[in-house]
């Protein structure tokens, strides 16, 4: 298991805002967190990135606790995030934003570090051709993109996307999902937080549904796919 959550509970002040919850990515492997708004699901992955404090419980990656291991530390190890929002730096270039992703790397003159940024405009074409260009001034869908790539830029073995499909024009929302099996195949494990639970299910090995800050049910995509409680609680009845 390269990801392992135990008994997380997370709170915002006095609120509970995670309890409990117990889960584990196997590693080359797509998982989801699915669930409505307020469910726990950004704060289950800002959690596991380091960005919010644990009250209880622990995080392992790759058998080793980093539950009380800096963000910092954590994207060294192999594990890194596009966050809910995008958070490009809007005055950067895209290019400049694909290099703050891996400033944890030391080999950004090398052609190791030119093959991964290859890898990110093969996976992106768009990102190359808007290289030298303001991420403030690209549309919703290519700084979801770039988000997306700058995350990769860090070499990560497990990356975590949250909503990757929010907000965006339905032209872009097949692309990024179609990307994100791609991501997969050529070897990144993926934990996807997703609104588009139809989509997610749809590619997810594991799936877990948060409700109030708990998981409610756990299996493999097609298994929760396939549930007339899920399909009518999440997918307006469809797969």
């Known amino acids: 298991m390269l990801l ?16 409990d919850i117990t889960f584990g990515v196997e590693e080359g492997s797509i998982t989801t967190l699915i669930g409505a708004n307020g ?8 959690t596991i990135s380091g960005l ?22 954590r994207v060294k190890l192999g594990l890194s995030q596009s966050p809910e929002g995008r958070g490009c730096f809007p005055g950067m270039t895209v290019r400049e934003n694909l290099d703050m992703g891996a400033y944890v790397r030391s080999d950004r003159r090398t052609p190791a570090y030119q093959a991964d940024l290859d890898r990110v405009f093969e996976l992106f074409p768009r990102l190359l051709e808007r290289v030298n260009q303001a991420a403030g001034t690209m549309s919703g869908g290519e700084q979801q993109m770039l988000a997306i ?46 609104q588009n639970a139809a989509q997610a299910l749809k ?30 609680a999440y997918l307006g009845g469809d797969v």
Do not use: W
Not at 39 to 46: E, F, I, P, S, Y
């Open 4 to 19: 392992e959550v135990e008994g997380l509970c997370v709170n915002y002040g006095h609120i509970e805002a995670i309890r």
């Open 39 to 46: 469910a726990g699901k950004t704060t289950t992955l800002k």
């Open 52 to 73: 919010r404090k644990v009250r209880a419980g622990r995080v392992l990656f790759d058998g080793k606790d980093i539950t009380n291991l800096p963000p910092y530390d």
């Open 149 to 194: 790539g700058r995350a990769l830029m860090a070499k990560p073995r497990l990356v975590l996307l949250d909503e990757p499909s929010m907000g965006l024009a339905p032209k872009f929302i097949q692309q990024i999902f179609s990307i994100i099996s791609e991501i997969n195949a050529q070897g990144t494990t993926v934990l996807l937080v997703e």
């Open 203 to 232: 590619r997810a090995d594991s799936a877990h549904i948060l409700e109030t800050g708990e998981i409610v049910r756990s299996g493999t995509g097609a298994e929760l796919a396939g549930d007339d409680s899920v399909r009518a």
